[in-house]
């Protein structure tokens, strides 16, 4: 029986494994699909995430609820043989072992680049898996809470300042639900105002979202604008080290 292993359980590796249980006749294939995670992450949910309008495990589908006739394995693929047809298979916890296949589809996704940027790596947070959109989550309700305890002046405002870098679609809309998230939260906290809040955005490009019209793209700087959330094209973003953003 032909073998097909998907490298990657994400949106595509997934579909792919779905997909293939319906159409394949019984005896046809036999599928294994590899994941060092054991859920899917529907990545377009994040930002809710984020901002907490999602709950976390409504954003992430069970591999193995889900699909019934594919072999889940949970661990990273480390190695891909073209010549031999043969990829290594290395789990959290034990040792690595190898399996041949017929067919591969290599679905295993994309990083959060962080560039030779000082800083990024050790401060950032990526928007990848739900982990990290809880991690920014907490991040803004602790800082509220830090902040609460503080005078007005520069640690107050630092805890208070949120920096997101990239203006594409997923940078644009995780940014815009911060923002709606931290005005929302100021109800609760009667010694801080909106103007004690700010946000910007870094995009290295003379625009954002070049998924949408120029026209689109200007109403949504505007728009976060008018909600003190601010974006600064042409810019680069040179540090981040100790948490201290410099701009270029
Ligand atoms: C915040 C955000 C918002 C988005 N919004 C939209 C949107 O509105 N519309 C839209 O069309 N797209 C959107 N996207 C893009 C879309 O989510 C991605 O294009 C899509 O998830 C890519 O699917 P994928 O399967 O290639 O990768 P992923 O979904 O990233 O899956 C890759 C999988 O591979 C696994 N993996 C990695 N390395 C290995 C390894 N060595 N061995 C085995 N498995 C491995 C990972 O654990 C992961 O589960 C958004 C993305 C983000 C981040």
Do not use: C
């Amino acid at each position: 029986m032909p073998k097909i292993l998907i490298v990657g359980g994400g949106y595509a590796g997934f579909y792919t494994a779905l997909k293939l249980e319906r159409a394949l006749r019984p005896g046809e294939a036999e599928v294994t699909m590899v994941d060092p995670l054991p859920y899917m992450t529907y990545q377009p949910f994040l930002p809710e995430v984020v901002a907490g309008s999602i709950e976390p495990r409504h954003a992430v589908v069970s591999h193995r609820r889900h699909l019934v006739k594919t072999n889940v394995v949970t661990a990273k693929v480390t190695n891909i043989n073209h010549a031999t047809k043969t990829a290594t298979i290395t789990p959290a916890v034990g040792e690595a072992w190898d399996v041949d296949y017929d067919i591969i589809v290599v679905t295993a996704g994309s990083v959060s680049r962080t560039f030779p940027i000082p800083g990024v790596a050790d401060e950032a947070i990526g928007l990848k898996n739900i982990e990290e959109a809880v991690e920014i989550r907490d991040r803004i309700l602790t800082n509220f809470d830090k902040a609460a305890n503080l005078p007005a002046g520069p640690e107050r405002d630092r805890l208070l300042t949120f920096t997101v870098v990239g203006g594409g679609f997923a940078g644009i809309e995780v940014f815009g639900e911060m923002r709606s998230l931290a005005s929302a939260l100021l109800r609760y906290y009667p010694n801080l105002t909106f103007d004690d809040t700010h946000f910007h955005l870094i995009e290295a490009m003379g625009r954002i979202m070049p998924e949408v019209s120029l026209k689109t793209s200007l109403w949504v700087i505007k728009n976060l604008a008018q909600r003190g959330a601010e974006i600064h094209l042409e810019t680069q973003l040179s540090s981040a080290v100790g948490g201290k953003i410099e701009m270029s």
